[in-house]
């Protein structure tokens, strides 16, 4: 999966994609609330927190999950790729 931010701003990744669960399974969330993100945009998230980020990016990331989660129900997908073969 492409980073959300390097396709947003149409980066070059460098990095690989790790999910970021913008709620955690523990206050509710799931994988309607988690979106790709590589390791270096994940560790810049953090740093600088949700609002400063959409703000610098013009992401918000709550809403990109959504987004993402409809795209997911679409196609059958979870947050980490298609499902196993079977
Ligand atoms: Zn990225
Ligand atoms: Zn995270």
Known sequence: MPCIV???VGDKQVSRT???HVKTR?????DDTAVCICTRHHKHFHLIGRKTF???YG????VEAKALYKLFQAV???VD???EAA
Do not use: F, K, N
Request: proline share 8%.
């Open 54 to 56: 959409a703000t610098r």
């Open 18 to 20: 790790e999910a970021h």
């Open 76 to 78: 059958g997908w979870g």
């Open 81 to 83: 790729g298609p499902p």
């Open 59 to 62: 992401i918000d990331l709550m």
């Open 26 to 30: 523990g206050s509710g969330g799931g």
């Open 6 to 8: 390097c396709a947003h």
